[in-house]
């Protein structure tokens, strides 16, 4: 888990402070490290928005030291954090309580607990993936040696309803989705979220559901999994910290039934940690003080970045910019292999940091992000009109 990337190669260690966010993309193994440059305007690559710390979180943290809360907490988290998780998620439509929420170290231990999970005993199993979905959930499914069941596409990258029937009718076991869509930023609408939990449902599978990005869809409702009732065959998974300045603190969420979460999904996480760090809960439960005053404004601020982005290069020639209503991210797919190699190598020679779809199984297209700074993203849309 170097800092080497397909895209950007950070060559120059004085442009990278890995610290700043560890491996809060690239998780257990996933090929997105992450690095961030100094001055913060390069690093177009971080999923999640990077805001400042408030200081009071690590005056708690320190305090909560000084106190000696170091020692294992209750494995699925502790009670307070988990109660601000269940407030955050009423903002994403979502009403759960406590028992239904476990906590863990990032986003990539969510998918590895509630993909492993599925076959703790050994037991062969099936895995169903979008075509395009982020690296981190074929790494899970690969440290079991899942059978991965690959579904179909659409124009839109989206999955198809064809090639979700094929996949349960080869056997599935699992079914994973993403929504948003971790390259593209597209969501799935209300009537094709329906008919995937009811063919789900009919065919007696589970779905692992990434809804990490769903703070940031701006314009409409975010709609999914959970929408519509927590369930023993969901789990939806995402981040535990967005807009809370606790990037480098990373921790993540499962949402699930509490029987789910407390049979294999807590016996795993037992196992490889026990419990994720007490004291960063305790910075969480601090920090989350400040969500409801802030993240709407962060998204607002994320849709103006994206917006005068995007519209520096509307008019490109051979450069769509896949429309999506998630502020955070901007994805760009390139007509021709040549183009789309001159913009990589421009952007490395300028020193950004960037995401190649390759790593999403999609050619041709490099993801920005909004998250860091509005002025390193439109630089680099005005390099990229440049060509």
């Known amino acids: 888990m170097g800092l080497q990337r397909k895209g950007h190669a950070v060559k120059d260690p004085g442009v990278v402070e890995a610290a700043v966010r560890r491996h809060v993309e690239s998780g257990m193994g996933a090929k997105i490290p992450a690095a961030a440059s100094r001055d913060g305007l390069r690093d177009l690559s971080s999923e999640q928005p990077l805001t400042p710390m408030p200081p009071s979180v690590t005056q708690v943290a320190s305090d909560k030291m000084a106190a000696g809360e170091t020692h294992y907490a209750d494995i699925a988290g502790i009670q307070p954090l988990k109660e601000c998780v269940c407030s955050f998620l009423r903002r994403l439509g979502v009403e759960a309580t406590s028992d239904q929420i476990l906590i863990t170290a990032g986003e990539q231990e969510t998918r590895f607990l509630c993909i492993t999970s599925q076959s703790f005993h050994g037991d062969a199993r099936k895995i169903a993936l979008p075509a395009v979905v982020h690296p981190g959930a074929r790494d899970a499914a690969g440290y079991r040696h899942f059978e991965e069941i690959e579904i179909q596409v659409d124009e839109n990258l989206q999955p198809t309803p064809d090639g979700i029937n094929r996949a349960l009718d080869e056997g599935a076991d699992i079914l994973y989705f993403e929504s948003p869509n971790r390259l593209t930023g597209r969501v799935f609408d209300e009537a094709f979220t329906r008919s995937v939990l009811e063919?789900?449902?009919?065919?007696?599978?589970?779905?692992?559901?990434?809804?990490?990005?769903?703070?940031?869809?701006?314009?409409?409702?975010?709609?999914?999994?959970?929408?519509y009732g927590i369930t023993d065959s969901v789990r939806a998974i995402g981040a535990a910290t967005v807009a809370t300045g606790m990037e480098s603190w990373p921790l993540g969420y499962i949402v699930s039934s509490a029987d789910v979460l407390n049979g294999q999904i807590r016996l795993l996480k037992q196992i490889i940690c026990i419990c994720t760090s007490t004291i960063s809960q305790w910075g969480a439960v601090e920090a989350h003080r400040y969500v409801d005053e802030q993240l709407d404004d962060i998204r607002q601020t994320l849709h103006?970045?994206?917006?005068?982005?995007?519209?520096?290069?509307?008019?490109?020639?051979?450069?769509?910019?896949l429309s999506a209503p998630t502020s955070s991210h901007l994805a760009l797919q390139f007509a021709e292999e040549r183009e789309f190699a001159r913009a990589k190598s421009v952007l490395d020679e300028k020193g950004y940091c960037y995401i190649d779809g390759e790593h999403f199984g999609v050619p041709r297209v490099i993801r920005l992000t909004t998250t860091t700074s509005f002025e390193g993203i439109v630089r680099a849309a005005e390099i990229l009109r440049k060509g």
Do not use: F, M, N
């Not at 065919?203 to 959970?226: C, F, K, N, S």
């Not at 103006?304 to 910019?321: K, M, T």
């Open 304 to 321: 103006r970045r994206r917006a005068e982005a995007a519209e520096l290069l509307s008019d490109r020639g051979g450069i769509e910019v």
């Open 199 to 227: 063919a789900a449902d009919a065919a007696g599978v589970t779905i692992v559901w990434d809804q990490g990005l769903a703070p940031w869809v701006h314009g409409q409702e975010y709609r999914g999994a959970l929408s």
